[in-house]
């Protein structure tokens, strides 16, 4: 079952079925709020993992990396409202979503969102997607401003980030999370958590949905992001970045984010 509405300013959608294949990590020109209703998942951000229970509601701004992989073949349901960075810009609505560091604090957990009630605005908006009437398009509008009240006024201290109980796998993504460099290889990460490196690959892939490689290509982009956002150098990041060569650099960020180092960081 799918429903789906989209215009200029914002994109709703509903979506319930089998588990789709294996997304790929992915930016959004619009800020995205997914209602997680069922479902065996986790929902990485940037470099983060994050545990899915079912209500939770994730929040990615248009500059996160993002992704969901699937455990099971759990029956996934979710709805998603985007809404474009200019739609009601002049009310701030997003300075809260802004202001934190890339990939930290995206989670709103299903107790908050119940005490908050923002279950009700997705299911409002979907009414009157529905039920086409002549007032449906200026009340859409009118639940997506009052989401957003809302979501700022659940605050940020409750979207904690959820990882489940560590093992060595956990210890590694915590250790490649902190720790970006060329020199990191699976010989080398196999050696330091004691453990097989071809288990340790497979065990990794089936956690994350990503290969190793994958993960610290990510982690490393996630920082030249936060530099060239700083204003930093593009050619000479890259070394910053854990990276041997600029033509590499160049070429995972492009892949990652769709845009080169010097578009995204003009904001194209």
Do not use: W
Not at 71 to 96: C, G, M, V
Not at 117 to 125: A, E, G, S, T
Not at 143 to 149: A, D, P
Not at 245 to 260: A, E, H, N
């Amino acid at each position: 079952m799918k429903i789906s509405h989209k215009q200029k300013e914002y994109l709703y959608s509903y979506t319930k079925g089998a588990p789709p294949e294996q997304l790929k990590m992915h930016l959004h020109n619009y800020y995205e709020f997914l209602y997680f209703i069922s479902g065996d998942a986790s929902y990485i951000v940037e470099n983060n993992i994050y545990q899915i229970n079912e209500g939770d509601i994730f929040i990615t701004r248009p500059d996160e990396l993002h992704t969901i992989v699937f455990h099971s073949d759990k029956i996934y349901e979710r709805k998603f409202i985007q809404i474009a960075p200019e739609f009601l810009s002049e009310f701030n609505l997003f300075d809260k979503i802004n202001k934190r560091p890339l990939g930290e604090n995206n989670k709103i957990s299903c107790e908050t969102a119940q005490k908050h009630n923002l279950y009700n605005y997705f299911n409002q908006i979907e009414y009157y997607i529905m039920h086409r009437r002549d007032e449906s398009d200026a009340m859409i509008k009118s639940y997506c401003i009052q989401f957003l009240v809302a979501l700022n006024a659940a605050g940020s201290n409750s979207n904690e980030i959820s990882r489940p109980s560590k093992g060595r796998i956990d210890s590694i993504v915590d250790y490649l999370t902190h720790n970006i460099s060329s020199d990191i290889t699976l010989d080398f990460l196999s050696e330091k958590f004691f453990i097989n490196k071809y288990y340790m690959c497979h065990s990794f892939k089936e956690k994350t949905g990503l290969t190793i490689k994958e993960f610290m290509n990510t982690r490393k982009i996630t920082k030249a992001k936060q530099l060239l956002s700083g204003g930093a150098d593009i050619m000479n990041l890259c070394y910053d970045c854990g990276f041997n060569d600029y033509s590499t650099f160049y070429k995972t960020f492009k892949k990652l984010t769709g845009k080169s180092p010097k578009a995204f960081m003009n904001g194209n």
